[in-house]
């Protein structure tokens, strides 16, 4: 807190509740500011007369209430709201290796698929999930899961995410998420007030005993995606899918989360990571990454307690997800025609992928993940930053890998690059650039 703050507003109270409404007035009036540190505990206690536990408890529900953090020696700090990435505006003057796309030319045509379902509107108290989509999805999900299982549909993979953490965690609640991680995943542990813990990903998936670390310091959920992990393009081996089933069947209490985004399109079979000791678990599919990415839709197999608790922020009348969606994203997935056209999208993304890691190889660019979905990660040990700036100057323009990283990220810097529309004659003049930008900025 600034001098000039504690002249104008001083923090007031006797228990520690009044004292940590009096900081929260104050930051709700705009007279602490995020970064402002209040008072250390001992000198706010001699200056309010109280008992310095009393002082530490009103802190505690700040942080709680995430109002304030603690910075260790740097004291108790008001928070900020998150910073959340996103996927970056796409610069029309240069070659787009960033964006994280799919090919428009690889999606099905969704406006004549409108003109074609046979559509009604839907009034409040309609029935929460399109029979048709819940129908598909229980096609998709029973070859694959080893238990029964309910249906949910939410407005995407990163809004199922969100709703399943904040349905089963409080605040303060440690989450495992993979380093590098999809940044969304990570951003919405932060911004709900949970704790990330890192897990280090190699070229068959999720560290086992990166994880067995992460769930012994406390994690009360954990966050995999089994297949085109975003922004490696790892996917699960059946070993280490084994290997992880093991070290969660220890952690029965710990919600297991699986983002199964490219499903549909990914070369790779799915290797389940949950065990069947879980009691909270939860398998998500997303649409937007075949189907486009303005199609909203993921369906979520769980068990009934956890669909209960979807249920219950996915009201019919109030938060549901649009039937129009539904039922369009239904009639897509269950088209021969679309099924074919997924079938040539994933050749045609494994094609691009594979041409591209092979001219990065010619070019002396280590890809050290096997690559599925659309993105290749080139670790940059000396910095992500310079390396991406030098990329632009050059005409392309590629993810810089930072948002990738958690806070307590282990893992080395690295650029994703998006190789969806990539054809073979520019992943090999981008090979070359890249190859010189990194000799460029070694020497």
Not at 27 to 50: C, K, W
Not at 69 to 84: D, F, Y
Not at 304 to 310: F, K, V
Request: aromatic share 4%; charged share 20%.
């Amino acid at each position: 807190m600034t001098k000039d703050a504690v002249d104008r507003a001083p923090i007031i109270g006797a228990s520690a509740g009044e004292i940590s409404d009096s900081v929260r007035n104050l930051v709700s009036t705009g007279l602490l500011q995020p970064g402002d540190a209040v008072p250390p505990i001992r000198d706010l206690a001699l200056e309010l007369g109280v008992h310095r536990n009393t002082v530490a408890a009103a802190y505690r529900m700040l942080v709680a209430a995430g109002v304030a953090e603690t910075k260790g020696r740097r004291g108790t700090i008001i928070t900020s709201l998150p910073h959340l990435e996103g996927e970056t505006v796409v610069n029309t003057e240069l070659v787009d290796l960033s964006s994280g796309n799919p090919d428009p030319a690889l999606l099905p045509d969704v406006g004549a698929a409108l003109s074609q379902i046979d559509y009604r509107m839907q009034m409040y108290g309609s029935p929460v999930i399109d029979p048709h989509l819940a129908q598909w999805a229980r096609n998709s999900f029973t070859p694959e899961l080893d238990r029964s299982f309910e249906i949910s549909v939410t407005h995407g993979a990163v809004d199922a995410v969100e709703r399943l953490l904040t349905a089963h965690l409080t605040r303060g609640d440690l989450v495992a998420v993979e380093d590098p991680c999809f940044y969304a995943s990570e951003g919405t542990v932060r911004l709900n007030g949970f704790r990330a813990a890192p897990v280090n990903v190699d070229a068959e998936g999720l560290e086992p005993e990166a994880l067995r670390a992460a769930l012994h310091e406390g994690a009360r959920a954990v966050i995999v995606t089994p297949r085109a992990h975003n922004p490696t393009g790892v996917s699960l081996t059946a070993e280490r899918a084994r290997e992880i089933r093991s070290v969660l069947q220890r952690y029965p209490h710990v919600l297991v989360i699986e983002d199964d985004h490219f499903s549909v399109i990914s070369r790779h079979s799915y290797n389940r990571v949950t065990p069947p000791t879980t009691q909270r678990w939860a398998l998500v599919r997303s649409v937007a990454k075949f189907l486009g990415p303005d199609l909203r839709v993921a369906v979520v197999a769980s068990e009934r307690e956890t669909a209960d608790r979807l249920g219950s922020r996915l009201r019919p009348g109030a938060t549901w997800v649009s039937h129009l969606l539904q039922q369009l994203a239904a009639n897509l997935l269950e088209s021969d025609a679309v099924t074919r056209q997924l079938d040539h999208a994933r050749r045609t993304y494994a094609e691009r992928i594979d041409a591209l890691r092979g001219e990065l190889t010619e070019a002396g660019v280590d890809t050290p993940f096997p690559t599925d979905g659309f993105n290749v990660w080139v670790p940059v040990p000396h910095g992500s930053t310079a390396v991406v700036s030098a990329l632009r100057d050059v005409g392309w323009s590629v993810r810089d890998g930072a948002p990738f990283r958690t806070p307590a990220s282990r893992t080395p810097h690295g650029v994703r690059i998006t190789a969806s529309k990539l054809t073979h004659p520019q992943a090999r003049e981008f090979a070359r650039c890249l190859a010189e930008v990194r000799q460029s900025i070694v020497s």
